[in-house]
């Protein structure tokens, strides 16, 4: 499995050794001359390594080579990737740590940590490859705590390749039959969709080629929003069909279908997340970690694409 998560979590990879209280840089190979001295070892209780302990004869501290690591404070930084792999693949957060034997409010913690690194790798990893020419664009629905309030995730994905461009995550208010409980039991709700659209068309103005092709459902809200961000850029729109059973309701009954790229991210999405299963009893208590949750499965995905896997004689 191709899951390699961002380098420097033991300190490793740092080409300057840097005070932290005077924050002065030095080499790391230390000449005579330098302020900064090497103080000895001491062994990480959770991985068992061996760190460099450093001193800084001018303003007298004490540091090691792990104080600048994301991990720093971190008592079972084993743990880290284990839980990224586990929430990848359909895990709920009570079984990762029912699995890994640990606390679940470490799980939570490791979730955070994680979800946080991997927002960030997503958005290097976008800005490496080429800007998108063809994209789709929808909207997946899910709830918080209860189907009375719902929660939309605006999704943008490049056509052929499958690469998750996007995603944008925000509250709406119950339809249907629910629309009259949910307003009785939980008041009234924002739709925060306008709003969160806008974000996120925003954000992809960096990803996505002006004159691109952006292709949706016959929804009628998106039309003004890409004539208003990409003002140059043809919409091209395709009436909804019937959802088969497989791929979780996302994957169209018959035929050719024009938004395939899309749905078949959005069926990936609902196998890996657990919360995102249909008919499932896991839910999202928080749309933050849904947020942070999607941007570890969506730094996945991307990475696990073929078009975008590195060559085996690169390495
Ligand atoms: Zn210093």
């Given at each position: 499995m191709y899951l390699k998560w961002r380098k420097g979590c033991h300190g490793k990879g740092m080409i300057y050794i840097k005070c932290p209280k005077c924050l002065k840089k030095f080499s790391r190979s230390l000449k005579s001359n330098s302020q900064i001295v090497k103080c000895g070892f001491f062994k990480r209780n959770s991985d068992r390594k061996i760190v460099q302990r450093y001193y800084c004869t001018a303003c007298k501290k004490h540091f090691s080579s792990a104080t600048f690591s994301d991990c720093f404070n971190q008592k079972?930084?084993?743990y880290n990737c284990k839980v990224a792999q586990l929430l990848v693949s359909a895990v709920s957060l009570r079984e990762c740590s029912r699995v890994l034997k640990i606390n679940r409010k470490s799980v939570v913690r490791k979730l955070i940590f994680m979800g946080k690194k991997a927002k960030i790798d997503l958005d290097k990893f976008n800005n490496k490859l080429p800007i998108a020419k063809e994209v789709l664009f929808d909207d997946l629905e899910t709830f918080e705590h209860t189907k009375c309030k719902?929660?939309?995730?605006?999704?943008?994905?490049?056509?052929?390749?499958?690469?998750?461009?996007?995603?944008?995550?925000?509250?709406?208010?119950?339809?249907?039959?629910?629309?009259?409980?949910?307003?009785k039991k939980y008041g009234k709700r924002i739709d925060e969709r306008p709003k969160k659209r806008a974000e996120l068309f925003n954000e992809m103005k960096n990803l996505v080629h002006d004159r691109a092709i952006v292709k949706s459902d016959e929804c009628p809200y998106y039309f003004k929003f890409i004539k208003r961000h990409f003002p140059n850029a043809s919409h091209i729109t395709f009436k909804g069909r019937a959802s088969a059973i497989v791929g979780q309701g996302e994957l169209?009954?018959?035929?050719?279908?024009?938004?395939?790229?899309?749905?078949?991210?959005?069926?990936?999405?609902?196998?890996?997340?657990?919360?995102?299963?249909?008919?499932?009893?896991?839910?999202?208590?928080?749309?933050?970690?849904?947020?942070?949750?999607?941007?570890?499965v969506c730094l996945f995905h991307n990475r696990n694409l073929k078009s975008y896997l590195p060559s085996p004689a690169a390495g």
């Open positions: 079972k930084r084993h719902p929660v939309s995730i605006g999704l943008m994905v490049e056509e052929g390749t499958r690469r998750v461009l996007g995603y944008n995550i925000a509250r709406m208010p119950a339809k249907g039959l629910l629309a009259k409980i949910s307003v169209k009954k018959v035929g050719f279908d024009p938004l395939f790229s899309l749905n078949h991210t959005c069926a990936t999405l609902r196998a890996r997340v657990s919360r995102l299963i249909r008919r499932t009893w896991n839910t999202t208590k928080k749309p933050e970690r849904l947020d942070l949750h999607l941007a570890i």
